[in-house]
């Protein structure tokens, strides 16, 4: 196991890598004078200048790339202060550190996928399960009919009918909006709820889906009909042989999904209007703000390796033979 976790280890490290080379060079790409962006309108030479050697732009690019890879691992100085690592540079629009600037931000979007994922998860394989177990009954027609008609749904079109139902036609909800749990974990939960159900339900719709046809599928192995055949209840048979096998290609799956649950994360933030990574981003790229556009992109390919990286282990965990592969 602590071979299989390093290989995977290792190959993130790499492929982090390369998509931060590939970000840098593209950033660089663009025939855009940094310096000038950060400065601003009516700026004069000397502040032009000032500002061009405080943030490293009078140096060749391969220098800045070395320094911005090396302030990653080790921190960087600049005009402002040290930027401690992971250090991604200084936003041109505030002037704060780039990662300072998404550590703020990163709890909300954190909590909206961990959230969503845990709505879906139990929702999905839950009404997965009683959709086989009742297979070719009116309930398991039931729930394959909502399942097909509520993936037709998108979070930007169902967010707003769920705001309009819950919160300012009824008042059932309060409106959502960005708690620290820390300050208030009630009105954390109460303020994130609702994003959370929307998300859960366009997800969920896919999962039950998936859930039913892998649940279905592994009944038919031949184990299952020879514990079956054995005497044993029906019931154990379901959760004690068929119930594991259809979590691999589930498990699988979800590692695929993760950039999609991230997105709609994203989306998430922008029907809701909360101010989560999804809004710095767009808002940085509105502004020509290149260092925070870069870091955040950078931040969340590194979180959906990371959870890549976690999925791959629970999978080692449920198949032992994925370790060896």
């Not at 502040?47 to 080790?74: C, H, T, Y």
């Not at 965990?317 to 370790?323: A, F, H, K, N």
């Amino acid at each position: 196991m602590l071979q299989f976790l390093i290989r995977r280890l290792t190959g993130a490290a790499v492929i982090m890598f390369l998509i931060g080379a590939f970000t840098f060079f593209l950033f660089y790409a663009v025939p855009q004078d940094f310096a000038a962006l950060s400065c601003g309108k009516n700026c004069s030479p000397e502040n032009l200048a000032v500002i061009r050697e405080n943030l490293g732009l009078d140096k060749p690019i391969s220098a800045q790339f070395w320094e911005f890879m090396r302030g990653i691992v080790a921190g960087r100085d600049f005009a402002v202060g040290h930027c401690s690592a992971p250090c991604l540079g200084v936003s041109f629009d505030s002037g704060d550190f780039v990662w300072d600037s998404i550590i703020d931000r990163f709890p909300l979007t954190l909590s909206l996928t961990v959230g969503g994922l845990v709505l879906f998860l139990v929702f999905g394989l839950g009404t997965g399960m009683l959709a086989a177990w009742k297979r070719g009954t009116m309930v398991d027609k039931a729930v394959t009919g909502a399942s097909v008609v509520i993936s037709s749904f998108q979070i930007y079109l169902l967010g707003p009918i769920f705001l309009g139902i819950f919160v300012y036609s009824t008042g059932w909800m309060e409106n959502p909006a960005d708690v620290p749990i820390t300050e208030d974990p009630g009105r954390w939960f109460m303020g994130l709820v609702l994003p959370w159900v929307v998300m859960a339900t366009i997800f969920t719709a896919q999962y039950t889906r998936m859930a039913r046809s892998t649940m279905i599928e592994q009944l038919q192995e031949e184990h299952v009909r020879t514990a079956r055949a054995k005497g044993m209840a029906q019931r154990y048979v379901f959760f004690r042989y068929a119930w594991r096998g259809s979590l691999i290609p589930i498990v699988t799956i979800i590692g695929m999904d993760l950039s999609a649950l991230l997105s709609g994360a994203v989306v998430t933030e922008f029907t809701f209007d909360l101010p989560g990574l999804g809004r710095l981003a767009v808002d940085s790229s509105l502004s020509k703000d290149l260092p925070l556009t870069m870091g955040v992109m950078l931040f969340g390919a590194f979180f959906i390796l990371l959870l890549n990286i976690v999925v791959d282990i629970a999978y080692a965990y449920i198949d032992p033979r994925v370790r060896l592969s």
